[in-house]
């Protein structure tokens, strides 16, 4: 239950040593000056009950809380001992010198109030209010990525199985005791009987085993209460990771791998060398250099098609339009600058590096005639294929010309190096060839240049969420939880950046 929200009741000592200890130009200062916090409040009310349980802590002062523990890269526990001592922490958080704190635990309590839409309100509260001041533009967004590690320490396979094994036996235990027992006893026996064996023969056993406890565990009656039981909420959770770990033995090949059982969202990808965990996905305001869109996708997202989804979440949130986009090469995707340049979608001008085209003195695809509606393709020697199939990517048709055609064919030595045994010329006609020439074509323009020699900027962004706010390493665990923290390290990073732009009026949109 919410209490009213008062004014800070100080003392003259409180004010004098405020006064003394809080310089003017003091972060605290400067946040309560540019910031509006108060304007939080009817965004944190719907997170509590208005006549029920005890009263709460003031919800914007645990929101700078919150705040200060990115901002400075503090745990709950560091947080509150440092606004025990410290009297900017105190002037910040309108608390007097003999007021007292809440408990640690009270931090984690609130942020599961507020959840990931609680954050994503506080995050874009915060941008709104930058565009309120004229500080955020819609010109140009810089789009970018980095890794997030998990929070975890990776397990080996077998590890694996035994984690999810032993999570499926506790969470069934309360529904079918004795059927549990009986397996943990059985549990003993193949530890036993595979003690000598090797690490494969000792997988295959405990692979058929949780399989069996598994096969139980679904024919599981559903209690009638099963919406509000907890019990049965969180075996449904543990039989669906159990059955992805046990796909995932299935087909080793697939990838999109369950790394662990203590955070099942984590995943292994690729940023420079192997990791696993997430990646961190911003756009930023190229003028204001404000984060203005940010994802936590796992780390093997697909972070070119990522690009769509955060430019309509400014734009969902702000009823802005924005006019440009800017992201590194991995965005030189067919599909990706179709959904990017699309008049139905976001209907941007998109400015990315394109792959060269791999030269060649032989006739290109753009050579070869396509009859869509025949289904057919026409060589520049006149002969026709209509055999057609969908190529490996799913992004444009492959047709093959048959080995006579090529053999009597008087321009085989213009179209193929040696002619192959069982058939003749492969041809593949991408679907989105028009876009890649396109963005090959306005790659030689000084607009682009320009708009290219902006693109560091986002770098450096990144930079300083990882390097002062702790972005590289996930605080919490699932990806829900670390958006959360993503969100509040990008709150702080904009703050910061509001702060700096508001006090130095006459600096140029776009100086660091």
Avoid at 58 to 75: A, C, G, I, T
Avoid at 98 to 106: A, F, G, H, K, V
Avoid at 468 to 497: E, I
Wanted: with cysteine; aromatic share 6%; glycine share 6%.
């Amino acid at each position: 239950m919410l209490r009213e929200p008062s004014a800070p009741v100080w003392s003259e000592v409180d004010r004098e040593v405020f006064q003394h200890l809080v310089p003017p130009d003091h972060l605290v200062r400067r946040a309560l000056e540019s910031i509006d916090f108060e304007r939080f409040r009817p965004l944190l009310a719907p997170c509590y009950s208005e006549d029920l349980g005890r009263r709460a802590e003031d919800p914007v002062r645990m929101l700078k809380l919150e705040f200060l523990q990115y901002y400075h890269v503090l745990s709950d526990r560091q947080v509150i001992e440092r606004a025990t001592t410290d009297a900017a922490y105190r002037y910040f958080l309108g608390l007097s010198l003999r007021d007292t704190l809440p408990d640690p635990s009270s931090l984690s309590v609130f942020r599961g109030r507020l959840g990931v839409e609680g954050h994503k309100k506080i995050f874009t509260e915060v941008v709104a209010q930058a565009r309120e001041h004229g500080l955020v533009k819609d010109r140009l967004r810089l789009k970018d990525a980095t890794h997030v590690i998990a929070d975890v320490a990776v397990p080996t396979t077998l590890a694996l199985l035994a984690q999810i094994r032993d999570k499926l036996l506790a969470a069934v235990e309360s529904l079918d005791p004795v059927r549990v027992a009986g397996e943990r006893a059985r549990l003993d026996v193949l530890r036993l009987s595979t003690e000598g064996c090797n690490v494969e023969q000792r997988l295959v056993a405990r692979v058929t085993h949780l399989r069996e406890i598994l096969a139980w565990a679904d024919e599981l009656a559903q209690p009638n209460d099963s919406d509000q039981n907890p019990s049965w909420q969180q075996l449904l959770a543990v039989r669906q990771l159990a059955h992805k770990i046990l796909t995932d033995q299935d087909n080793p090949q697939a990838g999109d791998r369950t790394r662990s059982v203590v955070d099942p969202d984590a995943r292994r990808g690729k940023h420079g060398s192997w990791y696993d965990g997430y990646l961190l996905d911003v756009a930023i305001d190229s003028d204001s250099e404000l984060i203005t869109a940010l994802n936590v996708l796992p780390a093997n997202g697909d972070e070119a098609g990522d690009a769509a989804e955060l430019v309509r979440q400014e734009e969902t949130a702000h009823g802005n339009d924005i006019q440009s986009l800017s992201m590194d090469g991995l965005g030189f995707q067919g599909p990706v600058l179709r959904e990017l340049e699309s008049p139905e979608g976001p209907a941007l001008e998109v400015y990315v590096p394109p792959t060269a085209e791999t030269p060649s003195e032989y006739f290109k695809p753009q050579e070869f005639v396509e009859d869509p509606a025949q289904a057919s393709l026409t060589c520049p020697a006149g002969q026709t294929t209509f055999s057609r199939e969908r190529n490996t990517n799913d992004t444009g048709w492959r047709y093959r010309f048959s080995h006579s055609a090529c053999a009597r064919c008087p321009l085989q030595n213009r179209c193929l190096a040696k002619l192959p045994e069982k058939h003749g010329r492969t041809v593949i006609k991408n679907e989105y060839q028009a876009e890649y020439q396109r963005m090959r074509a306005k790659a030689q323009t000084p607009q682009y240049a320009e708009v290219r020699a902006e693109h560091p900027r986002i770098e450096r962004k990144l930079s300083e969420l990882v390097r002062r706010h702790g972005a590289r390493r996930a605080r919490y665990r699932g990806r829900g939880k670390v958006l959360c923290g993503q969100l509040m390290a990008a709150t702080a990073v904009n703050v910061k950046r509001i702060i700096r732009l508001l006090r130095a009026p006459t600096l140029a949109l776009g100086e660091t």
